[in-house]
Structure formats: C-alpha cells, structure tokens
C-alpha cells in the first residue's frame, strides 16, 4: 500500500459489533469477561483498548513497522525507551536536542546512574569517539529543533552494527510522511503525536514503533507497567489527524519552501535554517534520506537581539506566537526565551541559537496570506 493509501486504511476495520466506518471511541476501563480469564481479548484499558488498537496499527504502518505503541505524551513514549537501560549504560545523543528530552536525561535519569554524551552528531566521528562498551543507545533527532541540522540515520546506524546498541530516532520534525527511521537501520522511531500525526493542535500524545519482537514486548511491558497510556477520545482524535496527514505534509512543505525564500532575500533576515537550500551543510543527507523538506524553518535576524526579534513576534498577525508545532495552523517562537530558556547564553550560542532566532512552524494556509504577514511584521 502506497502511503496516502495507509493513512486512510491502515489499522483501521469497520466496528465488529456495528459495522461502523469510524473506529469507536471505547470509552471503557474494563471488559465484561465470561469466566474467569475467559474474554474477547480486552481486560482492562491501561493494558488494551480498541480505540488505541487501531491507532497503534496505524502508527506501525506508517512507519513500515510491525508494531505500535503509544503513549499519553512524546515525553512519556521516550521515557519508556530510557527505561530499558540501566544504572551504568550510556547514551549517545546529538548537542541540540529538544529541550524537554534533554531535561529527562540530565535531571531525572543521571540521577539514575545513567550517563549522556551530548555530540554535533552531523559528524559520525565524533559519535563514533564516544561509543564504548557501555554504550547502549544512541539517540538522534533529526531535523533538529531550532537549528534545522540534518543527521544521517544510515551512518550513524552502521557505526552500531553487530554492537549491543540501540538506535532511536525521534522523527517528529519530519514525521513518517517524509522519513521512515527503521527503513535506514534505526530499531526504533519516536514521535510526538502532539506534532504532524495529530495535525491540529488538540491532543498530547506520544508514540514508538519497532520491528523486534522482543523489544516491542519490552516497550509494551513499560507501557502497561509504568502506565503512561493515552485515553481512548484522544486516540480517535489522531486517528482522524492522519486521514490527512499527507496532504497536510505536502502543503506544509510547499508553503516551507516559499516562506524560505522571501526570508532568504529580504534585508532584516541574517540567516535562514532550512535543509531545503543547497547550501544548508548537511542538505545532501536530507535529500537522501528525507522526501521532502518539512515545514519548520528558524532565521536570525541582522540586529541580534532579543528586542529586535520580540518587536516582529508581536506584530504577527496570522502567526500566532506559541510554543509546540505540526498544526495546521501557523506558529511563531522564540527559542532562546522560550523553548531553550533554561539553556545558559553561551550553551546556546555554541550551537548557533542566537537571541534574535525566530523559529516558525508552516501551517497550511495560503502561503500569500503568510508571506504578507512576515513581510509587514518585519517591516
Ligand atoms: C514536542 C516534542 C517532544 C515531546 O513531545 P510531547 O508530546 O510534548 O511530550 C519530543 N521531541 C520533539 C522533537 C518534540 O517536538
């Protein structure tokens, strides 16, 4: 099946009990069992649930995985994946990851006995310096949030191969529409459901999908054990999302690309970060393994400072200044006040976060609509 195909009909069968098109929104707790153990495959909802059923064999098909699981948010999905680590293993992670994994990582699990290298993981070499025998997963994110860096899965996969080591990639800036992790050697792939998949700015959810066996045994244990599951109306929600999910993505890269370009030639503007331009450094690795460029774009401004860039947030008319991104709707932020706040000036201006970027995630609107709106609150 084709992929506008799958997010139509994948995971998705008429209701058993009524033939209704629509999966039903299960809202139960438990299941009525006949005998003792003897059910019709449901016992109770943190363990499974129709609704959620069907979304995680969505989310698989998606991702050309044999299995799905999902959570009550990205956060919640990643923290099941640390958990199969323990006191002693290290983890290899890229030096611009979303502050909230970072955050999970530094402040939760290190007080776990667990160990994080943060790498400008673009450079296989410097992430194969740090793999060790203790090494046990490598986290990429990829395109990376703000700066829009590219990694490539396939390179640092192979430096994995025949070792003990998992690789997970969090494909939320790109969701499956324009990048399938798996097929480029990753074992497994998070999103943000929040993001691309629920499409529509209603819904915290998260998700994973795997090949192995063993280890989407292992994650649904996590899931069931540690109970991070997410309700059965939000299932439904997504569920719908990704009816659309690739005329959504198609639209979103479309108006991308055009934002792009008036930002690229307009005098304010220092910097844009799009993989889509040839000269992006890592522009080549995205057109291998990415169909198309995504729908989030960040720039600097030539006056650098948080001033400057506060005096254009609020002037938008259309954009609305906010943090998440993956609506439909246009968002504008300011990273280094807001999502990369906690992260010193220095910290952030190591990796080219300056105090005038000004992150945007492309809604499907009329790009015309966007491009004026950018244009008269820059001016
Ligand atoms: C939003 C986001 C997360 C966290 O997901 P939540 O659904 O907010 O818990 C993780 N990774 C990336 C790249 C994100 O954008």
């Known amino acids: 099946m084709k992929f506008g195909t799958k997010v139509i009909h994948a995971g998705v069968e008429p209701d058993i009990g009524t033939g209704a098109i629509m999966t039903p929104i299960y809202q139960t707790s438990t299941y009525v069992q006949e005998s003792p153990g003897k059910h019709k495959g449901y016992e109770y909802s943190r363990t499974q649930n129709p609704t959620r059923d069907a979304l995680q064999k969505s989310i698989a098909a998606l991702e050309n995985a044999k299995y799905g699981i999902c959570f009550s948010s990205g956060m919640g999905a990643i923290d099941a994946i640390i958990k199969l680590l323990k006191s002693g293993d290290e983890v290899i992670s890229i030096d611009d990851l979303y502050g909230g994994s970072y955050r999970l990582f530094e402040q939760v699990y290190v007080g776990f006995g667990l160990k994080f290298h943060f790498t400008a993981m673009y450079s296989?070499?410097?992430?194969?310096?740090?793999?060790?025998?203790?090494t046990k997963l490598i986290w990429i994110e990829t395109p990376t949030n703000p700066m829009m860096n590219i990694v490539d899965i396939e390179a640092v996969a192979d430096l994995a191969k025949g070792k003990?080591?998992?690789?997970?990639?969090?494909?939320?800036?790109?969701?499956?529409?324009?990048?399938?992790?798996?097929?480029?050697?990753?074992?497994?792939?998070?999103?943000?459901?929040?993001?691309?998949?629920?499409?529509?700015?209603?819904?915290?959810?998260?998700?994973?999908?795997?090949?192995?066996?063993?280890?989407?045994?292992?994650?649904?244990?996590q899931q069931n054990a540690s109970g991070a599951v997410p309700g059965p109306q939000d299932c439904f929600l997504v569920l719908r999302g990704i009816k659309t999910l690739h005329i959504r993505m198609q639209r979103h890269c479309e108006n991308a690309r055009h934002v792009a370009q008036f930002l690229v030639s307009h005098p304010k503007v220092e910097k844009v970060c799009w993989p889509g331009f040839e000269t992006h450094p890592n522009h080549d690795v995205a057109r291998k393994q990415m169909r198309?460029?995504?729908?989030?774009?960040?720039?600097?401004?030539?006056?650098?400072?948080?001033?400057?860039?506060?005096?254009?947030?609020?002037?938008?008319?259309?954009?609305?200044?906010?943090?998440?991104?993956?609506?439909?709707?246009?968002?504008?932020?300011?990273?280094?006040?807001?999502?990369?706040?906690?992260?010193?000036?220095?910290?952030?201006?190591?990796?080219?976060?300056?105090?005038?970027?000004?992150?945007?995630?492309?809604?499907?609107?009329?790009?015309?609509?966007?491009?004026?709106?950018?244009?008269?609150?820059?001016?």
């Open 164 to 221: 003990d080591i998992l690789i997970g990639v969090d494909n939320t800036f790109a969701s499956p529409y324009l990048q399938n992790p798996l097929d480029l050697g990753a074992d497994i792939v998070m999103h943000s459901v929040t993001k691309y998949l629920g499409g529509h700015s209603d819904v915290i959810m998260g998700a994973l999908a795997c090949n192995d066996n063993m280890l989407a045994e292992k994650l649904a244990f």
């Open 292 to 379: 198309d460029f995504g729908g989030m774009i960040s720039f600097t401004l030539k006056e650098d400072s948080m001033e400057a860039a506060f005096r254009i947030l609020e002037k938008f008319k259309i954009f609305s200044l906010a943090e998440s991104l993956g609506g439909v709707e246009s968002l504008c932020a300011h990273p280094a006040s807001m999502t990369h706040a906690s992260i010193p000036k220095e910290e952030r201006e190591k990796i080219g976060l300056k105090d005038s970027l000004i992150r945007f995630s492309i809604g499907i609107e009329d790009v015309e609509d966007l491009i004026s709106d950018i244009d008269q609150a820059l001016s």
């Open 124 to 134: 296989t070499e410097k992430v194969a310096q740090l793999i060790n025998d203790r």
